[in-house]
């Protein structure tokens, strides 16, 4: 088993990310909007860290399990859930297998924020495809690939306009940038391309149905004004089509 470095770092990515309620992440609407209706689904939440997804999809009427690699966040997300019940179980499991979880017995899985921190891809979306019911849905967000490398940073010109730079999209792999205030400057993250989300994504029999990529306008929580100019986050939703390859 893998060991998630988020261990390390539970407590600074909630002071700094973990906005609660996450409704007022910049980003989440558009999430919320792609998931759309929750009451009565059965949904896991893939990746769950200290539990702010979880939470809120259990308060819009779903059953929801979340999932963690990392014991700190998910001792945090069992904590609130003691002082303030929400419904949610949360389960310590690897998501590239999700050995403990039956087949087919979700109706939905929401991963926000995470598929770029989980080493392997193909294992993880057929994990996916395996939990969820026949059509059952899967929604994650994830930095857009096209304007988070390794090298990636924004530059402004003698003029005011914010240009941003990206260089070795074609480098696929884990990268870390000391450059980076982030979790991709303290942990690191896992870079594909565009192609390779997809392709591996229909290959686990899971077919891309829609995207979205947010727009952000200057308000309190926007950290760069660049985002208005390009997505800083890729956004979908798809749909279990097809039977998932074993393993
Ligand atoms: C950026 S945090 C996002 C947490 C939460 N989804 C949110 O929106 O606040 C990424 C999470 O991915 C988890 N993670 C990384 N690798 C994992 C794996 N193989 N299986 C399950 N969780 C993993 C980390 O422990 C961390 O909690």
Redo the contacts with the bound molecule.
Sequence with gaps: V?V?T?DDIAEW?REN??VEPVSEDPFFPAVQALVGDLAGQRVCDL???EG??SRHLAAHGARVVG????GS?LAMAAERERSEPRGVAYLRG???GLAAVRDAVFDGVVC???LM???ELTPTVRAVARVLRPAGWFVFSILHPCYHTRPSGQITTADGTTFRTVSEYFTEGFWRSDERPG?PGRVGAYHRTLATYVNTLTDAGLTVERLSEPRLTSGPRVRLAVWSEVPAVLIARCRRTGVPPAG
């Design positions: 893998s998630s988020y990515y990310y973990g990746a769950c860290g702010r997804v999932v963690d690699l990392s966040p690897d998501a590239q926000n924020m995470s921190d989980i080493a979790p």
